[in-house]
């Protein structure tokens, strides 16, 4: 994927991407501790405390660690540094056994100096506070033992007097108790000693000299509020485009002009980019309200495509400055104006809209246009050309008001466009088509070019029985709406009829969609039709369809061209008398009278 399909998946997902930035900020707000925080270690010093000479049989490392890693030591620490806050110097110290022998102490600070000074703050806390400790315990135990060598000094004079008076026959017998009792004795004198030597010294001593570095800075265990916010938005934020790339990859939704054209086999005859909310909130064409927007832009380019890859009737120049009723009574009489249904696979994708801004960019070119509403399930049509809802075509179509053409055509808030809106009917949408053919013929009459929407193809049959009296068709597809599967569908359905397709016209796109690929010879023709015939050379092949069913109906339909392709419906019309009308012979006399 190029860099610039990756900007425009994430310009696709800002949402998604929100979301993640917005979750992180949030896990992060709530696991950092509020209140005064430490600045972490910019330096690192290490500290070694081991037992002295001699004191290794009495010195227990469990013991001096616990003791280490206790409040008292801290508060200590704290004390000599002048430092009010304790917990600020338990968060930059950690003690550590790393053998049975040797204590480590790793102190942090944003300086060299603070770093020194709290590791040797804390060395001399613990060997102090541990020295004391063990002299109060030493003598604690001092004064049991002189308490027991009392009571064996007491024993053995005891014993040594029951020597003495004793016979000599009776004195072997009383040797051994009176020489335990002075072992016991000696031992427990040698052992006093022991312990009031040690007393008079420090039980562990410092090892070596401080060990200060500088430290790496890991900004993953500040504790500053600031920082872990910092980092939270930046792994969100990642976690959000990891997401955005994996979804766009599953999306089979077609988005690129290439995808379009491979999943329909149809040119992309027109890209209108994404519109804004503001640009979706203007109640009529943008090319009309906004006329230098790019939007209107794309709806002009799509309007001369249109008109190129068209019908010839379509393509014909426009009546110019000739006002004089009966000329143009006799021209459109003559040359039945060319019908152009606007067509779609789903709904939401711009069909509507995309009749409107066309009818305004055709109207710019002097032609009259006529836009016909047969959405009979969503009529919208009047809303974007600010005419109000009343009766319209499903009056016309149920015979209700079949007789009065005239008067159900309504202009619009754009010269040159009028319209026919959807009208209000309680009928069957799918019975109103009926009789759509007689309705065109006589709406051809009242205009250069017919604009008709209708339904979605794949969620109504509308569409599809109208198709059959247009001249052409166009296919709107939104960027992300359809699946290549409900193109194909579309496709399939659109070949059954006959009626030529000018092209498909992509809309919501975010800049170019696609590099354009260039049919071969025998493909599909510069005019943009599918499988009709150019306007000024020969009938070019249409594209390769599965045989079925299907392939076998078409070809059995009556007028076709060579190769199995179906004569364009514009080119199979009756000559002039089928178009007449029982009152039109009568509207051109009256005219030419005038």
């Known amino acids: 994927m190029e860099p610039a399909n990756h900007f425009t998946v994430l310009r696709r997902y800002w949402r998604l991407l929100a979301g993640c930035t917005l979750a992180a900020l949030v896990v992060g707000w709530l696991l950092t501790p509020a209140g005064a925080t430490v ?6 010093c290490k500290v070694a405390i081991t037992p002295v000479a001699g004191a290794g049989d009495t010195v ?10 206790g409040a008292d030591v801290a508060a200590a620490a704290a004390k000599a540094l002048g430092i009010a806050d304790t917990a600020e110097v338990i968060a930059r110290r950690t003690v550590t056994a790393d053998s049975p022998q040797m204590l480590t102490i790793a102190t942090t600070g944003p300086t060299r100096q603070s770093c020194s000074d709290l590791a ?21 135990t001092i004064k049991k033992l002189q308490a027991q060598a009392d009571a064996q000094q007491q024993q053995l004079n005891e014993i040594q007097a029951q020597f003495n008076r004793s016979s000599a026959a009776d004195q072997p ?16 004198l040698t052992t006093i000693s022991k312990l009031a030597n040690s007393a008079q010294t420090d039980a562990i001593q410092q090892w070596g000299s401080i060990d200060a570095r500088q430290g790496s800075g890991n900004l993953l265990s500040s504790p500053s509020r600031g920082v872990r916010l910092g980092l939270a938005v930046a792994l969100g934020l990642a976690l959000g485009v990891v997401a955005a790339l994996m979804l766009s990859r599953m999306d089979t939704r077609l988005r690129s002009r290439n995808a379009v054209e491979e999943a329909f086999n149809l040119p992309v005859i027109g890209e209108v980019p994404h519109l804004s909310r503001r640009q979706r909130r203007v109640r009529e064409p943008l090319v009309r309200a906004r006329p230098s927007d790019p939007a209107a832009e794309a709806y002009r380019s799509l309007r001369s495509t249109l008109l190129l890859t068209g019908p010839d009737s379509l393509a014909r120049p426009a009546g110019g400055d000739d006002r004089d009723p009966a000329r143009t009574v006799s021209r459109r009489l003559a040359e039945p104006a060319p019908v152009v249904l606007v067509a779609s696979g789903s709904s939401r994708d711009g069909r509507t809209i995309t009749i409107a801004n066309l009818a305004a960019a055709l109207a710019e070119t002097g032609r009259e246009v006529l836009v016909l509403d047969c959405d009979f399930r969503h009529p919208q049509l009047h809303a974007h050309l600010g005419v109000g809802d009343g009766p319209g075509m499903a009056e016309l179509l149920s015979g209700e008001r079949l007789g009065e053409l005239d008067d159900l055509v309504r202009p619009t808030n754009v010269a040159g466009v009028s319209l026919i809106t959807g009208g209000n009917t309680t009928a069957y949408p799918a019975a109103l088509v009926l009789r759509a053919g007689e309705v065109l013929r006589r709406a051809r009459r009242h205009a250069d070019v017919i604009l008709v929407d209708t339904s979605p193809l794949l969620h109504a049959n509308d569409a599809y029985d109208l198709v ?10 939104r960027s992300g709406n359809v699946t290549p599967e409900q193109a194909d569908r579309v496709a399939e359905l ?11 016209a992509l809309l919501g796109t975010y800049g170019p969609s696609g590099r354009r690929r260039r049919a071969p010879a025998g493909g599909i023709g510069t005019n943009g039709t599918n ?3 150019g306007r000024n050379g020969p009938p070019a092949a249409a594209p390769a369809r599965p045989a079925g069913p299907a392939a076998e109906r078409g070809a059995e339909r009556p007028g076709e061209l060579g190769g199995g392709r179906t004569t364009p419906s514009w080119a199979r019309r ?20 005038r």
């Open 120 to 140: 040797t703050a804390y060395s001399s806390a613990i060997i102090k506070g541990y020295s004391d400790e063990s002299a109060r315990s030493a003598a604690e």
């Open 494 to 504: 659109l070949s059954r009829t006959g009626v030529p397709v000018a092209g498909v």
């Open 39 to 44: 600045d972490n270690a910019k330096w690192e």
């Open 173 to 188: 017998k009383l040797q051994p108790k009176l020489t335990a009792a002075n072992t016991s004795l000696t031992t427990t």
């Open 60 to 69: 227990r490392a469990d013991q001096v660690l616990s003791y280490a890693q």
């Open 468 to 477: 059959q009296h247009a001249d052409a068709v166009l296919v709107t597809v």
């Open 574 to 593: 009756p000559p002039e008398d089928d178009g007449g009308g029982p009152g039109e012979p009568a509207l051109l006399r009256e005219a030419e009278e």
């Open 531 to 533: 499988g009709t015939a």
